[in-house]
Structure formats: structure tokens, C-alpha cells
Nanobody
Framework: QVRLVESGGGLVQPGGSLTLSCAAS????????MGWHRQAPGKQRELVAT???????NYADSVKGRFTISRDNAKNTVHLQMNSLKPEDTAVYFC????????????WGQGTQVTVSS
């Protein structure tokens, strides 16, 4: 059974930084894409950033230039470096792994809370 375990969330002041990590129970190359999504109270879950097996990245407009997604294949871990954090970044952040074959399958972690507040 695939497990994705997030860590690194917490409370940070506006303008601060946090790094989230997602440890996968299986090799990262078994997923076509890894990503981070977030869900704020009363809002739908939204995509934050994704990274493919060939290191192509994609970011939501709201985080471009502030967040960086990366992967450590040797440790089966994906990171999300978050800088210049804003109160509107407050949300539960979820790690997501996608396999496309034989059919699309999505795997999710339990989430980690990020709170940006003074």
C-alpha cells in the first residue's frame, strides 16, 4: 500500500519560510508526477506545485517566484520550499502522487498544517 507522509508544517510569521517534505513508501519514479496541493478552511483543494519524473515543474500563479518544488530520488522524498509566506498561504498542505498506467491513480498524504500569522 502506497504511503505518503508529509512533515515540516507549522506556524510562521508573514514573510517567513518553511520547507515541507513528503516521504513516499515507494520509489518516486513509480509515480509519473508528484505534487503539493492545499486546502484552506471553507475553500476547495487547489494545486500548488507539481514535478514530473524528468523534473518539469508547474506552479500555481499565486506561488510562482516564492515556492520551489524539488525531489530527492535517492530518499524518495519531495520537498516544497516556501518563501515570503503570506497569511493567504495558510492551509493544510497535501502531498500527491499520480500514476498514469494502467489507469490514472492518485495517492494522497494525510496533510500538514501551515499557518502564516503574526
Amino acid at each position: 500500500q502506497v504511503r505518503l507522509v508529509e512533515s515540516g508544517g507549522g506556524l510562521v510569521q508573514p514573510g517567513g519560510s518553511l520547507t515541507l517534505s513528503c516521504a513516499a513508501s515507494e520509489v518516486l519514479f513509480s509515480f509519473n508526477t508528484m505534487g503539493w496541493h492545499r486546502q484552506a478552511p471553507g475553500k476547495q483543494r487547489e494545486l500548488v506545485a507539481t514535478i514530473t519524473n524528468d523534473d518539469k515543474t508547474n506552479y500555481a500563479d499565486s506561488v510562482k517566484g516564492r515556492f520551489t518544488i524539488s525531489r530527492d530520488n535517492a530518499k524518495n522524498t519531495v520537498h516544497l520550499q516556501m518563501n515570503s509566506l503570506k497569511p493567504e498561504d495558510t492551509a493544510v498542505y497535501f502531498c500527491n502522487g499520480v500514476r498514469q498506467f494502467p489507469r490514472r491513480s492518485d495517492y494522497w498524504g494525510q496533510g500538514t498544517q501551515v499557518t502564516v500569522s503574526s
